[in-house]
């Protein structure tokens, strides 16, 4: 049974957020990427502190070390629009090459490319997830498909989902190796079987949401943001149970990014405000006890990972730069 929470108004859940501020707000630095005009989205982290990222509208893949404050770029083929990247364990970096129906695998060491070719009916990869057991599973929005790649053999299985026009989004993997993703055409999220295969699609309270990003944190809750409705949402998996809460910015707030940090917290990005805002989300208490405005964040911080190391929010933003938000 599906259990829904929502405050009776958002001005209350805006309140709550300025009563539960800490005394210590979260710091951003940002870094101009020195290409104009390419994107810079979706950055991972490698295990040496480098922070690599795509150059969606340029075509390339890159790193940026914050102890020296270099970049460094490795340039793919025009049209490859990669749209999402992955650091493998072995430091290789996985990329989604969403306008050239291609995986692809860049050796950091000797900038060695492979691609892999995705079936004729796949021909946009959007986002990547590993699992730790030697697939990449993935999403392909236009496609209406979920994806996995065998990395020993690289075979390609392909999951159609079967709500038509579903545009498979966001996705993420818990400890068991159970891919979880959001279907950002229709009020559903959906989940598969990693041995079998079986798709699963879950509806969600509302018929209006459209969620775009999805976390799991370390009790294996899957949380996930509804850009449509301006809501934050919880899944228990063993129950299928929703709760959901408004975000402070309300029904124009359009949460996109999100990342879980080593207090549990969910760090969501509100990209209907500009410059965006980045609010944090305690489920202990059920409130939201931070935000800062993100000054060079026009457009949309659209996908974000927390360093556990230095205690840090990495992102991309639109208007060209690499961010930094630490929390501590």
């Known amino acids: 049974m599906r259990l829904l929470l ?28 020195p290409w ?43 049209g490859t629009g990669p749209h999402n990247l992955i650091v493998g364990e072995d430091g290789i970096i ?8 291609h995986i692809g695998r860049l050796d950091p060491g000797s900038g060695a490319i492979e691609k892999i070719a995705l079936p004729e009916e796949v ?5 990547l997830a590993g699992d730790g057991r ?7 929005q236009r496609a209406n498909v979920i994806g996995r790649l065998t990395i020993r053999d690289r075979k390609v299985d392909v ?8 545009l498979p989004y966001g996705i993420a993997v818990d400890a068991a190796g159970r891919p979880w993703v959001n279907l950002l055409g229709t009020a559903k999220l959906a989940t598969l079987d990693p041995d079998s295969l079986q798709i699963e699609e879950i509806g969600l309270p509302r018929g209006q949401a459209r969620t775009r990003r999805i976390a799991i944190d370390r009790q294996g809750a899957v949380w ?10 919880r899944l ?3 129950t299928r149970g929703i709760r959901e809460w408004p975000l402070p910015s309300g029904a124009a707030s359009r949460p996109y990014a999100m990342a879980i940090d080593d207090r549990g917290r969910i760090w969501i990005a509100e990209s209907g405000p500009q410059p965006n805002r980045m609010v944090a989300f305690d489920p202990e208490t059920t409130r939201f006890v931070a935000g800062i405005t993100l000054a060079q964040a026009r457009g949309a911080v659209r996908h974000m990972v927390f360093d556990a190391k230095t205690r840090a929010l990495w992102f991309g933003t639109d208007t060209g730069y690499l961010g930094r938000l630490r929390v501590d």
């Open 224 to 233: 996930f943001v509804d850009y449509a409705g301006g809501f934050l949402g």
């Open 123 to 127: 021909p946009d990869p959007h986002t």
């Open 236 to 238: 228990e998996p063993a």
């Open 36 to 78: 104009e005009n390419t994107r810079p989205r979706d950055p991972a982290l490698a295990a040496d502190g480098r922070v690599w990222f795509v150059g969606q509208a340029g075509d390339y893949v890159a790193a940026f070390d914050p102890r020296t404050q270099q970049f460094r770029r490795f340039d793919l083929e025009a």
């Open 94 to 101: 996985w990329y989604a090459g969403n306008r050239a129906r």
């Open 6 to 33: 929502i405050a009776a108004a958002l001005s209350a859940a805006a309140a709550a957020a300025a009563e539960t501020a800490p005394a210590t707000e979260p710091r951003a630095d940002f870094w101009q990427v």
């Open 159 to 166: 999951i159609r989902v079967p709500t038509s026009r579903a």
């Open 134 to 140: 030697g697939h990449l599973w993935f999403t392909a």
